[in-house]
């Protein structure tokens, strides 16, 4: 995107400066040439508001639009392509309504279960979260309709949201917190980003130089607008200075004055106002015309393409004895979600749907002449005489909208207590019990799995996830969604727990890059359910691995062979890791991963790229992404935990020579091949510590690894001066070199 000052001439200070703040509560204003346009909320549907009665809290109803699978369900598919569909969508729609950007994706890291807007995100893991986020811009910008990439960034919880500092050190925020929007902005070039209302380090978002220009525009190339989320600018000419180039709402012209104000004392750059006001005029050009003029969209076919993508997004978690799919026949539906469903999440993202489906109306229709029984589930003895008199039953659970909302994070990830008293007096009396979750945010399965023989996550599906879940539960679709995060065993094992939310203002984020699966699997701790698990009605063999070095990285191939009686999409990932590293790392993470849909004894060769850079560390002391050299291990299955096949392949490292001082360790020394060497030949056998191991009943080289290498002056009582060490030092710094 360019940002000709050609779109702001004759424009001066003052309206300069207006263009950088809002005219309403969704709009921007029109200044001169430059027309107003329409920001308002996603990321699963289009939640425009008309008339006086506007929030950013989901407050005030909007007009309706299709009510696709929220983040925690659009992520379950692993399905980019998919996610691209429904961004064209949603373009089309923002079209119809008038809108010119819409608000998404959300990219955060789901760092801990408890955080109350988890369901607008992906994943627990960035290059998911990443991957999805990219096809979801580039969907919706191919409709001229701009995405506002948020919340940018370690906005992980919603407690104290405004206030709190998320407390990151740099490795840990460059891999985990910072690469989802990395990865989006490099692929898909999203035209706006939003900036989030936390403190990073504490320094505000909207404050923050360093995120804000200097990574996010001079390291990844990102040229559109930063956008404030809506009151997150304390201080606007602060802000204006970092990078910010709009802030939202409009603050009726106060923030505009502040800017003047700031300009005219000289404690604000007038170049830094003109860039922003060229950046927001660039970017109104562009959405008012590229985009197209469309006044409607077809709501049948959006409905239908949300049901797909509710039917992918469909976990089945278990199904013991083959019961799921059914057969038609007489059955025992129970719980208030089959015939309330829980389909979106509460807050600023939720959408007025164009119509909804009802799953135990869906139920009903694929039941045939069965009888089909319904219990809420408020009184427990006529659920299970209903479930009993039945031939299977289906028992709903989860969470309510109440329970999980943005601006108030969770206490606990339990279900309620009377829904597992509930579970337990069915599956007393009806062998034959499936369970259908519909959640936000992670809950705690343990009873539930050891209860019931099947069991279906569905997360948030949104409007048409009633049929969804009826198509799947009857195998008209086979499931084939996978878990976008790790189920633990119970809140305490969560690698966060003692560090949320946050306390006195801070959150320390002092698990490091150690999230999620990286954390349990590192760890070899017991999950309920692994990340990237998912079963299927079917069953898949994998074969002949095969890892090849390209300039890019590596590609991964793999044969996958349906050994089921039904046709099925199996989705492949790829782990690596790296025995031995240098610096601490996870056990595995996920490099890369593919979907093969395959017929029944049919075979499908699935490839895989691994980006080098998915293979790096972030080096601090180089201040760059670095590919460690050694021998990888890049393991091929359908889960973190479920590794079907694992191969190596030996990488060339891009590490820089860091020369050796006088405060670098006689281990670090002697790791070296050269240094090693040259120390061992210029100070001999003979310790300059004058001890053997003997004497010290120990084993001297491990002990004495951790001192540095200027200390050894000192302690061998003259035999080596420092003139010596530093030509030593000078000798192997030049052999490296």
Known sequence: MTHSEDHIAGLDLTDQAALGSGASFWTTKTIGTVPAIMLTDGPHGVRHQTGSATDHLGISGSEPATCFPPAVGLSQTWDPALVERIGQALGDESRALGVQVLLGPGVNIKRDPRCGRNFEYYSEDPLLSGALGAAWVRGVQSRGVGSSLKHFAANNAEHDRMRASSDVDLRTLREIYLRSFEIVVRQAGPWTVMCSYNRINGVYAAENAWLLTTVLRDEWGFDGVVVSDWGAVADRPTAVAAGLDLEMPTTGGISDAEVVRAVDAGTLDAAAVTRAAARVAGLAHRVTQTGTSATSFDIDAHHELAREAARRAIVLLKNDDDLLPLAPSPLAVIGGFAQEPRYQGGGSSHVNPTRLDIP??????????????????TDTTAAAAAAESAETAIVFLGLTAEEESEGYDREHIDLPATQLDLLRAVVDVQPRTVVVLSHGGVVRLDAVADLAPAVL??????????????????????????????????LQDCPAYLNFPSESGHTVYGERMFVGYRWYDSREMPVTFPFGHGLSYTRFGYSDLELTTTGAGVAVRVTVTNTGDRPGREVVQAYAGLPGSRVGRPARWLAGFASATVEPGHRQTVEIPIDRTDLAYWSTDAGRWVVEAGEYAVSVGASSRDIRLTATVTLDGDEPTRPFTRESTLGELLAD?????????????????????????????????????????????GKVTREQLDELLASVNAQRS
């Open 457 to 490: 996550d569905g997360a948030l599906l949104g409007q048409a996830g009633g049929g969804a879940l009826a198509d799947v539960l009857f195998g008209i679709a086979n499931p084939s969604g996978r878990l976008a995060e790790t189920v633990p065993l119970r």
């Open 673 to 717: 091949p050269v240094a090693a060497q040259t120390l061992l030949t210029v100070l001999g056998s003979a310790s300059p510590f004058g001890a053997t191991d003997s004497a010290l009943g120990s084993n001297l080289l491990r002990m004495l690894e951790s001192v540095p290498i200027g200390r050894v002056v000192g302690f061998s009582a």
């Open 360 to 377: 135990l109306d869906e139920i009903g229709r694929l039941a045939g002449d069965h009888a089909v029984s319904y219990c809420p589930g």
